[in-house]
């Protein structure tokens, strides 16, 4: 009865309630509801992540508690749901999804039917009235990716359209002299759309447009490859160049020095895709290069990065401290962006402001104040930092700390109560700490602002339809670092093979992470002036894995293959 008693006094609503039925304890419940407010995460999300308790039993104790009656989603058809209603940011943003509306009212499968705050911000979004119907948390996650991927226009129904007409316009504030020059060229401009098109359908992420002396040739990154795609005649490189030019905003008239500008192609009525484009003179002609800026898939949930439990748990730990840096580092193409844009959505609230200065700014995110660097008009990292910490900030992301003077700004103003996060380029996390040592920062100032480094690299998925065992003899497996207790428990590798689902046997990436906390054992090493090889000692012996240990995890998961593996990660 006083346990009872307790329980009122310091729960309410739903948690009350899961304590009442007997379905987790008073200590868990109020344990878990501080983390989740301290983690700024929904009740029922933090429970189901955390596998405290299964989604059907929360759901059922709320249906009982608040009188609400529980939908089971697998009843609806989710590739006909009224998702375009609600801006897809506030779809995910709140795991609110629209499933049936009837005149002005909006009726949204929510997990935790008290979510007033959702209810009223898409209300206000759509002016219609919401009510809320009670789910499963689990069934609601994967059904909001499923609705959504379904009111995208399909890369089928895009490439049956008029491809003429397709909406494509330049994304330049500034309208050059030679604006108003045009191709008119219908089979060039359906070429170039459609080569659009297929690089978005093929989920690439850049296009490059390259002239030789006896060809013309079309490629696409994916998953971090080239691979060649077209072929077109020789003949009509130079028109085809110069469209892109025209839809970039480009001087067609200027072929010897590089150029840069930016394109938009409008794929639905909700998602627009940027193309950021340079020009560059070879020895046959000017090669055009597109960086396909999708914000809607470089925006990932935290649990699709590929963290293992405990480095997203101290992940987590350092972008919620109040002050301090978090470095990222990798190879360009790693994701390094898209890790931080992860921390900085999780972080992203009314009650905070976050600035970023990158160059240039690829992920578009609605308050977040971003600003694109811009050397000419002398707008640097370090001019961009020195005017954020004018700007009353609690978050500061600077797009790579390149040079002492940005290094030094990014230290202090760690140091004065804000938190900064940035990239550098280096292998991996301990090398980092000796580059800013080598840059010329003081140790002691790295000491007292670094919280956090994260070393990451991206590997190939292998495809989960046509994966197959690999037969390794035991010595090899031993070579390639797994240990005697993974042999003896007889691992199972897989390798690729191919399918009509996949490219040469893999379907999207994965990270591989070194997330080392900076502990006061390496606080001291770095104001001793301890190397690189020092510094990962003393990290292994804390438990933090490196590159090829998480990398091995990933293959004895099946997630990747050991070739895949090598290729990102030795040196």
Known sequence: MATDQTAKNKLSGLALRLVRDNLITEIEAIAAHD?????????????????????????????????????????????NLPVNLVDERLVRKHRALPIFRRGNRLFLALSDPT?????????????????????????????????????????????????????????????????????????????????????IAAGASD????????????????????????????????????????????????????QDGRIKLKVSRTRDIDFRVNTLPTLYGEKV????????????????????????AAFLEAIHKPYGMILVTG???????????????????????????????????????????????????????????????????VGEIRDLETAEIAVKAAQTGHLVLSTLHTNDAPQSL???????????NIASSVLLIMAQRLARRLCTHCKAPEDLPREVLRQE????????????????VGCERCTKGYRGRVGIFQVMPVSESIRRLILEGGNSMQLAEQAH??????????????????????EELNRVTKE
Do not use: C, W
Request: no cysteine.
């Open 434 to 444: 000796t580059r800013l040592a080598n840059m010329g920062v003081a140790p002691f």
């Open 207 to 258: 296009i490059h447009f390259e002239p030789y002396e006896k060809f013309f040739r079309v490629r696409f990154r994916q998953d971090g490859m080239l691979r060649e795609v077209a072929s077109p005649p020789m003949n009509i490189a130079g028109r085809l160049v110069a469209r892109l030019k025209v839809m970039s905003r480009m001087n067609i008239a200027e072929r010897r020095v590089p």
């Open 35 to 79: 983390d989740a407010n301290r983690r700024r995460q929904a009740f029922v999300s933090y429970l189901v992540e955390q596998k405290l308790l299964d989604s059907r039993r929360i759901a059922v104790a709320a249906s009982h508690e608040f009188g609400v009656p529980l939908l089971d989603l697998h009843a609806l058809d989710l590739l």
């Open 541 to 562: 012996r804390e438990g933090v894995a490196d590159l090829r240990e998480s990398g091995l995890r990933k293959v004895k998961e099946g997630m990747t293959s050991l």
């Open 331 to 397: 190879p360009t193409g790693s994701g390094k962006t898209v890790s931080l844009y992860t921390a900085l959505n999780l972080l992203n609230q009314p009650d905070i402001n976050i600035s970023t200065v990158e160059d240039p700014v690829e992920i578009q995110v609605p308050g977040i104040n971003q600003v694109s660097m811009n050397p000419k008009t002398g707008l640097t990292f370090a001019a961009a930092l020195r005017a954020f910490l004018r700007q009353d900030p609690d978050i500061v992301m």
């Open 481 to 496: 670092g797994f240990s005697e207790a993974d042999i003896e428990e007889g691992i199972v590798v897989f390798g690729p």
């Open 115 to 199: 979510n007033d705050q959702a209810l009223e911000e898409i209300r206000f979004n759509t002016g219609l009235a919401t009510d809320a119907v009670l789910v499963e948390e689990d069934k609601l996650k994967a059904a909001i990716e499923t609705a959504i991927e379904a009111q995208d226009t399909t890369m089928t129904e895009l490439m049956d359209a008029d491809l003429e007409k397709l909406e494509i316009t330049p994304d330049d504030e500034e309208l050059r002299e030679d604006a108003d020059i045009n191709i008119d060229d219908a089979p060039i401009v359906r070429y170039v759309n459609k080569v659009l098109v297929d690089a």
């Open 289 to 312: 290069v597109l960086r396909i800026l999708d914000s809607a898939s470089a925006q990932v949930g935290i649990e699709a990065l590929g963290f293992e439990s405990e480095q997203r």
